[in-house]
């Protein structure tokens, strides 16, 4: 089975440090003030994330950390890394479709390629 030596812990940790990693990505300290200009929304000092779409975000970076986990089990790196790619370009298809601006796109993919590196990492450290 595929799931049968999949390090469930460094599954976990890539998750919750992709997480982290996009707090940090989309916060003001980094690229919030850019991102929310080319994606059309509105910040301001009450502005609070979409719960749904946080809900969402955690249940697609485990996922992405599961595809990593069972790559890992195999040693199919380059799967994982084209596993990777597809998401970043499907999020800068969707983000294109939507009007988003250059930055805005560039700040997505960027993000899910980042969150994808420190899952691998997690699997090589763990």
């Known amino acids: 089975m595929e799931f049968a030596n999949v390090n469930w812990i460094a599954?976990?940790?890539?998750?919750?440090?992709?997480?982290?990693?996009?707090?940090?990505?989309?916060?003001?300290?980094?690229?919030?003030?850019?991102w929310a200009e080319g994606s059309g929304?509105?910040?301001?000092?009450?502005?609070?994330?979409?719960m749904g779409a946080m809900v969402l975000q955690i249940v697609g970076l485990f996922f992405?950390?599961?595809?990593?986990?069972?790559?890992?089990?195999?040693?199919?790196?380059?799967?994982?890394?084209?596993?990777?790619?597809a998401a970043a370009c499907l999020t800068i298809s969707n983000g294109a479709f939507c009007g988003k601006s250059r930055a805005a796109l560039t700040i997505d993919a960027g993000y899910i390629i980042g969150a994808g590196i420190l899952m691998i990492a997690a699997q090589g450290i763990l």
Request: hydrophobic content about 65%; overall charge neutral.
């Open 11 to 34: 599954v976990i940790a890539g998750t919750v440090v992709a997480f982290l990693f996009g707090w940090l990505v989309y916060s003001p300290m980094l690229f919030a003030k850019a």
């Open 64 to 85: 992405l950390a599961t595809v990593i986990g069972v790559t890992a089990t195999i040693n199919a790196l380059f799967a994982a890394i084209l596993a990777i790619l």
């Open 41 to 50: 929304i509105e910040l301001t000092a009450e502005s609070r994330p979409p």
